[in-house]
């Protein structure tokens, strides 16, 4: 069993920047891919970046390839996702998950959520 705790969003003007943290507990964290999702207003929840516990790999969505910055820090257990440069369209609901097994960008893969936390982002 995995306990994700998000937070860290919060309402930002465009091309500002902002760090959403995740916070995870539970046994063998190492076995686990950790990933970013997020869901617009009107629109299908989609993924944003993935990490895994114990190699360097990263994913990220096209759209946000270059701006945003996914990492981990093991002591703590906490996955960061870095958004720089943000832009009107990335206001969502953003939300942390974890699976067990190798990198996916589908959220149906993904058996623990976190509760989400909102990022806005203004003109």
């Known amino acids: 069993q995995v306990q994700l705790v998000g937070s860290g969003g919060g309402l930002v003007q465009a091309g500002g920047s902002l760090r959403l943290s995740c916070a995870a507990s539970?046994?063998?964290?190492?076995?686990?891919?950790m990933g970013w999702f997020r869901r617009a207003p009107g629109k299908e929840r989609e993924f944003v970046a993935a990490i895994n516990w114990s190699g360097p790999w990263t994913y990220y969505a096209e759209s946000v390839k270059g701006r945003f910055t996914i990492s981990r820090d093991d002591v703590k257990n906490t996955v960061y996702l870095q958004m720089n440069n943000l832009k009107l369209e990335d206001t969502a609901v953003y939300y942390c998950a974890a699976r067990r097994g190798g990198s996916s960008n589908a959220g149906h893969d993904y058996a623990y959520w976190g509760q989400g936390t909102q990022v806005t982002v203004s003109p």
């Open positions: 539970g046994r063998s964290l190492s076995s686990y891919v």
